[in-house]
């Protein structure tokens, strides 16, 4: 094994991104995950690149927006060095809401116009003009926010590909167990069955961020159930309404999601809840009817007490944290990469990080 530069805890697309971007300033990196590159939270994830969405907590939407913009640019830059060819859509979003809550950004539509836009979801209307999600008589409005989408999975078979391309150095199946520390500064990592150097260390572990010392992390897995379709009517745009999500792919899938549990890091599938997110599904699309499922999973996020990343140096002087992205992992690569490389190599990042700092959890502390 080469003498590393910096160690990335963890192979999900925060440790992927993190480790080309950091290959492109001339830093030996190695990558240590305790599975498989890119199976965990990051190939289980929907893709929707909602930079602007109301579910963006306040604090973190001048990231969020940032990051956003960065994707194409960071998706040709995969391709590019991957040979690969990533499925980014760029057709939008279609809110449909009873609480009509929308983004000041997104464009109120009428059932007229929805059909016109996206003819697959042509089934959303009834005869009398009301929409098929709800027979009732509550009233339920459209919009259209402008978008992008990433197939997750495709993207992470990219950037594991850069990543080699750019020599980035792999240990997969290497739990790490604990931070090596030489006169109170990181200095390493330590395995089951191995011990690595390096001057930087950067705990990119996701739901699994704070099941090691030497520093405690306030980080919990959220499970999320979701399952993909297909053979229906094909849909153009992302679909969100009040109880699931819609985000089709260019090969013709559906993915439908999805749930928010604390279950610990249990990964099953419930057949109950898989049938609910269909029936949910149908309820807003009831074209997909038409379809079948393809394959149901269940990926665990990495939750934070604020729901907040954090994005910061510990108390630890070399050991570093980028992590707790939970529910927006996908779609905070680009910019997590760009701050956190500013912040390892010690140059004023392009975004103020105050409100990411790992030091804002009052229970953190020492591990013994």
Not at 9 to 34: D, F, K, M, P, Y
Not at 87 to 105: H, M, N, Q, V
Not at 186 to 196: I, Q, R, S, W
Not at 351 to 361: G, I, M
């Amino acid at each position: 094994m080469k003498s590393s530069d910096v160690i990335i805890i963890g192979a999900g697309i925060i440790g992927l991104s993190l480790g080309i971007s950091l290959r492109r300033r001339g830093l030996r990196v190695l990558i240590v995950e305790r599975g498989e590159p890119g199976r965990e939270a990051s190939s289980a994830a929907a893709g929707m690149l909602a930079g602007s969405g109301s579910e963006i907590p306040a604090a973190l939407r001048v990231l969020a927006v940032a990051s956003a913009r960065m994707y194409p640019e960071f998706v040709h830059e995969l391709e590019d060095e991957s040979g690969m060819t990533v499925d980014l859509r760029e057709f939008g979003t279609i809110l449909i809401s009873a609480k009509s809550e929308f983004p000041e950004a997104a464009r109120r539509l009428s059932f007229e116009q929805l059909q016109e836009l996206d003819p697959g979801l042509a089934g959303l209307s009834l005869p009398e003009g009301r929409p098929a999600l709800h027979r009732s008589s509550q009233d339920v409005a459209i919009a259209y926010l402008s978008e992008r989408s990433v197939d997750p999975r495709e993207l992470v078979a990219a950037a594991i590909k850069a990543a080699r391309h750019r020599e980035v150095d792999f240990a997969s199946g290497h739990e790490v167990r604990g931070v090596l520390l030489e006169g109170g500064r990181a200095a390493g990592v330590e395995t089951a069955n191995a011990k690595y150097s390096a001057g930087t260390i950067v705990n990119c572990a996701g739901a699994w961020a704070g099941s090691f010392g030497p520093v405690e992390l306030p980080v919990r897995p959220v499970k999320g159930q979701m399952l993909s379709l297909i053979g229906g009517p094909p849909i153009r745009h992302v679909v969100r309404g009040d109880q699931v999500y819609l985000v089709p792919r260019s090969h013709g899938q559906v993915v439908v999601g999805s749930t928010l549990e604390d279950a610990g890091y249990d990964r099953r599938t419930d057949v109950n809840t898989i049938k609910n997110l269909l029936h949910a599904a149908l309820e807003l699309a009831p074209g997909l009817a038409a379809a079948r499922i393809h394959e149901d999973w269940a990926g665990l996020r990495p939750g934070t007490p604020d729901e907040l990343p954090i994005l910061s140096e510990s108390s630890i002087p070399g050991y570093f944290v980028a992590t707790g992205h939970y529910r927006d992992g996908i779609l905070l690569a680009p910019v997590t990469a760009q701050v956190m490389t500013d912040v390892i190599t010690g140059n004023p990042p392009a975004h103020d990080l105050d409100a990411f700092a790992a030091s804002r959890f009052s229970q953190l502390a020492m591990l013994p």
